[in-house]
């Protein structure tokens, strides 16, 4: 079955992959597991049941038979707002399978967001977990927009789960281009209105092989557990295609991930592969102070959404024996593609370029940057979004002659190692030199009474851009002048003298995506 949609050649390096000219990748991660002998092995395991690969394979050809029932066909899209769950695995593969675009939406987001994406999408149908109704249903009362099929996952009356118990149970697969449209993940909004990228029936198998077998080591005996959820690339990636690549188990859990909860999660289960968030991490280190959960399943710890700070890598090391493998990846990349990996690890470093990827840092210019200096990076890999839906001034400006401009600064070092500096919106010009406000918070965390620290530029008394800090301390008594002359100290110690914080502010908490991504355009709309 795996050969009918692609062929992996694993002699080379990076292993060289030929996709058939007519496919449909819901063959590759569902069906082929039957023919396989992987029928009987649990595919997904959550608090409440385990699901077979047999069983996944027979409710996806459901799903997708329900969806043709409501009157979806090819190419129309689906939008989702489902929780981590089972039915996500249905809904998703079989619309894909149906020839259907599924479009998984952030489930954290308000009616105001989920209003501007049913329109923007022009979807055919939308489908939602119960928890969600508060706000996804006065969004499809208000947009102008009106998808033709609305329906629950699960509850009372006619819901998704009603329909698949008596839907058929085979379904043949619609077969398309590689390079044709096959789902869209719409961007989380660290800057700004989301973005539908449009991403390919190929570019699940190029992450899940790019980086999931050949950068990360993912394996069948693998059991993943992502306290990133499935509703955006990083996540989508970890909990579903991973684990179905290389026929191993996922972990599911619609809880909020806490530090207590993911500690449940990974004692009850044993997972092998854990991915989680910087500010998760930091998290989970402050509960590691007083509590000493049975980690030892875990064989790897994966990091991204927000660059990981040196002093959170080692203190994690330090507490648990476990590496963080950091990485950078984006919604229009699908994954992860600068990683260290579990035998090169460079603590501070977003680490080396992904097999198969390639990356190149360019000035303000256009011209590529020297080594050691910053610019921004672009990306280029078969796993790249399409377009954006409906915006064809972004994609001309970041989808350019086959490189995807990351809308990051970095730089790389002589040893090919690739450093974040922030986001290049983000980046401050502090007495003419450029000055990242991601080397300030990483310093600033390194005070043992701060938890998160964000850094934007603000105006001083002259007219001036500067440093200010926004804190999060672990003791929110600790506020005051004292601990910020400590911290302004510690910055004029280890920084160069233009980069300490003029203020500090203190607060209870920083405005994030759900991928932890620190919105600093936020913080630039307060007052100081």
Not at 36 to 49: L, Q, S, V
Not at 285 to 295: N, Y
Not at 485 to 512: H, I, M, T
Request: net charge neutral; glycine share 10%; with cysteine.
């Amino acid at each position: 079955m795996l050969d009918n949609v692609v062929a992996v050649d694993r002699t080379q390096t990076p292993a060289a992959l030929r996709f058939a000219p007519r496919m449909n990748v819901a063959l590759a991660f569902v069906d082929r597991h039957l023919g396989e002998g992987r029928g009987a092995k649990i595919a997904i395991r959550t608090i409440r049941e385990d699901v077979t690969y047999a069983a996944l394979a027979e409710r996806v050809n459901r799903c997708g038979n329900v969806l043709k029932g409501l009157g979806l066909a090819r190419s129309d899209r689906v939008v989702m707002v489902v929780k981590d769950c089972p039915a996500f695995f249905y809904l998703f593969w079989g619309a894909i399978k149906a020839g259907i675009v599924p479009v998984p939406l952030n489930t954290l987001l308000r009616r105001a967001d989920y209003e501007f994406m049913i329109g923007d999408s022009g979807c055919a149908a939308l489908v939602y977990s119960p928890e969600f109704a508060s706000e996804v249903e006065p969004a499809l009362a208000g947009t102008g927009h009106k998808p033709r099929a609305i329906q629950r996952t699960e509850g009372a009356g006619d819901s998704l789960d009603a329909r698949m118990a008596v839907a058929a149970t085979t379904l043949d697969p619609v077969l398309a281009d590689p390079e044709a449209d096959c789902f869209w993940l719409y961007s989380s909004g660290s800057t700004g209105r989301p973005k539908g990228a449009v991403h390919l029936q190929r570019d699940m198998i190029v992450t899940s092989q790019r980086y999931g077998i050949e950068a990360l080591g993912a394996r069948e005996d693998d059991v993943f557990f992502s306290a990133a959820k499935l509703f955006f690339a990083y996540g989508l990636g970890n909990a579903m295609t991973f684990p179905l690549w290389v026929g191993g188990t996922a972990v599911l859990s619609d809880a909020r991930p806490t530090p207590q909860h993911t500690f449940e999660i990974i004692q009850k289960f044993r997972p092998t592969l854990y991915f989680g968030v910087p500010t998760l991490y930091a998290a989970q280190l402050q509960a590691l102070e007083k509590e000493k959960p049975d980690l030892s399943s875990i064989r790897l710890c994966v990091s991204a959404g927000e660059a990981l700070p040196a002093d959170i890598f080692r203190r994690w090391q330090a507490a648990t024996g476990k590496l963080i493998l950091d990485g950078i990846g984006s919604t229009e990349a699908l994954h992860i593609f600068v990683s260290n990996l579990a035998d090169d690890v460079k603590p501070g470093a977003s680490g080396r370029v992904v097999p198969g990827y390639r990356a190149r840092i360019v000035d303000e210019q256009g011209r590529e940057a020297k080594v050691g200096d910053s610019g921004r990076l672009m990306i280029a890999g078969e796993s790249m979004a399409k377009y954006y839906w409906n915006n064809p001034e972004r994609t001309a400006t970041t989808m350019v002659g086959g490189w995807v401009d990351t809308g990051d600064t970095y730089y790389r070092d002589a040893d090919g190692y690739y450093f974040y500096c922030g986001r290049s919106d983000d980046m401050l010009k502090v007495g003419g030199i450029w000055c990242s406000p991601f080397e300030i918070e990483a310093k600033l965390i390194e005070h043992p009474k701060v938890l998160e620290a964000a850094i934007i530029g603000r105006a001083d008394s002259d007219g001036l851009i500067k440093p200010a800090a926004y804190i999060v301390l672990k003791n929110a008594g600790d506020a005051g002048d004292a601990l910020t002359a400590e911290l302004q100290q510690l910055c004029k110690r280890d920084l160069a003298g233009y980069k300490f914080p003029r203020w500090c502010n203190f607060v209870s908490e920083l405005p994030k995506t759900a991928t932890g991504k620190i919105q600093r355009f936020k913080l630039r709309s307060l007052r100081a």
